[in-house]
């Protein structure tokens, strides 16, 4: 007997009615539908225009009609699929990570543009999915990534990245920081550091009330660890290698100023995507 279930287009129409009607913050209801449908039809998205009449089965349209009542209750889609694109990769995600986000991938782009394509060393502090640190090895073969976190877990997941994207060059090790590094030193380091102010209303919209605050906050206005890496980066620096840190927008001048105390020259911030300063950098010019 046929199943009465919807075809693609016309699940795709419920379920932006459905998500437009929660009125997330934050929320791309016709993009979100489109990701959950293509995870639970196994399929890329070019496949949802292409066959717009195909009818799902059942178990699909469950499945589907499932992930969308969980996304208007909030819950992040890529904690309903375990997975999040960023850069080239298709990455696990975890409720004990930050879910990637595409502004990170200017501090890709900065990292990426300070170096020729030669052998190097790199730092990833507080890896999280591994996002940063997959990235840089996925455009540079020839560097020896890096990367560290402090929770197993999260050492884990980040490794289970690094398999399912095929990247082997990439070292992951349990580290609060620099503490499991010893005297190693780096041409590079990079991080996505906890930034926002403990009380920030940010915390309280869209997916971010799904997000580890052990991921997001820091205490002294979101700064301290911003400030713990810059004062101890030094001493994990090569002769003109380089410091790289995503911060929240409004602290690209406290970060500056934090790197210049620190010894660093050539300091600077670039811009994410809405214009926003979101990545700070200084080169760090060995003392005689």
Known sequence: MQTNTPTISEALRWARDRLEQAELAFADPATDSKVLLCHCLQCAPAYLHTWPDRRLELSQWQAFENLVVQRGQGIPVAHLTCERGFWNLSLKVSPKTLIPRSDTEVLVEKALSLFENVPMDVLDLGTGTGAIALALASERSNWRVTATDYDEDIVALARENAQHNGIDH???????????????????????????????????????????????????????????????????????????????????????????????????????????????????????
């Not at 400030?227 to 840190?245: E, T």
């Not at 995503?246 to 994410?272: I, P, W, Y």
Request: net charge negative; aromatic share 10%; glycine share 8%.
């Open 170 to 288: 990439v070292t992951l090790l349990k580290s609060h920081w620099f503490e499991a590094l010893a005297d190693r030193r780096f041409s590079l380091i990079v991080s996505n550091p906890p930034y926002v102010e403990q009380d920030s209303a940010s915390l309280k919209e869209g997916d971010v009330r799904f997000e580890p605050l052990s991921a997001l906050v820091a205490p002294e206005q979101g700064m301290a660890d911003l400030l713990h890496i810059i004062s101890h980066a030094g001493k994990y620096l090569l002769d003109s290698g380089y410091l790289v840190l995503e911060h929240g927008f409004e602290q690209a001048e406290k970060v500056q100023r934090a790197l210049n105390d620190h010894g660093f020259t050539d300091v600077g911030s670039v811009k994410d995507y809405a214009g926003l300063d979101r990545v700070s950098f200084g080169k760090w010019l060995k003392k005689m």
